[in-house]
Each structure stands twice: as structure tokens, then as C-alpha cells.
């Protein structure tokens, strides 16, 4: 059974910065892509990033673009979001994602498996 368990949401001041963290369990990690998304209440979903199997390609939304980070530990079965220069608007519950990438030179879309989610909030 595949599990995303995500940590390191809280509290944080406008213009500070978080980690959040996205262990994977019961899946090979090193073919999937990985992705974060969040949704802020009485809003849809949104994606905020992902990079591909072997970290060559990572994509962000442009609301977080600049300000945003994913990396992924292959070692460690764990995908990262460094968040700098928070904004209110960042308030959400972050979730992480996968996606299975069989070929490693195409880059997926879609998502697979969620975690569960974990909260941001942003203060003004």
C-alpha cells in the first residue's frame, strides 16, 4: 500500500519561510514523479509544483514560482517544498502527490497518490 505522509506545516510570519517534507512508503520512489498542491479554504485545489523521477525537470505554478523550491531525496524516499517569502495568500493545506513515470524522458501530469495534507498558515 502506497502512503504519503507529509510534515513541517505551521505557523509562520509573512516573509518567512518553511519546509515541508513528503515521505513515500510501499511504492520503488525512484519512479515517480512528485508533486505539491494546496487548497485554501473554500477553494479548489491547486498544483504548486513537481519535478520528474531523477529531479532533471521541475515545474511551478507561477504564484509560486521564485519563491519555491522542490527537491527530492531518492535515498530517503522524500520530496521537499522550500517555501521563502510567504505571503498570506500562501495559507492552505499543502498536499504531496505521485505520479508513476515509467519513461523517464517523458514528464507526466496527473496524480496517482495523495498524502494527506498538512496545514500552512501565513500571518499578516
Known amino acids: 500500500q502506497v502512503q504519503l505522509v507529509e510534515s513541517g506545516g505551521g505557523l509562520v510570519q509573512a516573509g518567512g519561510s518553511l519546509r515541508l517534507s513528503c515521505v513515500v512508503s510501499g511504492a520503488t520512489f525512484t519512479s515517480y514523479a512528485m508533486g505539491w498542491f494546496r487548497q485554501a479554504p473554500g477553494k479548489e485545489r491547486e498544483f504548486v509544483g513537481r519535478i520528474s523521477r531523477n529531479s532533471f525537470r521541475v515545474a511551478y505554478a507561477d504564484s509560486v514560482s521564485g519563491r519555491f523550491t522542490i527537491s527530492r531525496d531518492n535515498a530517503k524516499n522524500t520530496v521537499y517544498l522550500q517555501m521563502n517569502s510567504l505571503k498570506p495568500e500562501d495559507t492552505a493545506v499543502y498536499y504531496c502527490?505521485?505520479?508513476?513515470?515509467?519513461?523517464?524522458?517523458?514528464?507526466?501530469?496527473?496524480?496517482?497518490?495523495w498524502g494527506q495534507g498538512t496545514q500552512v498558515t501565513v500571518s499578516s
Open positions: 502527490a505521485a505520479k508513476y513515470q515509467p519513461i523517464v524522458s517523458i514528464f507526466p501530469a496527473g496524480t496517482d497518490y
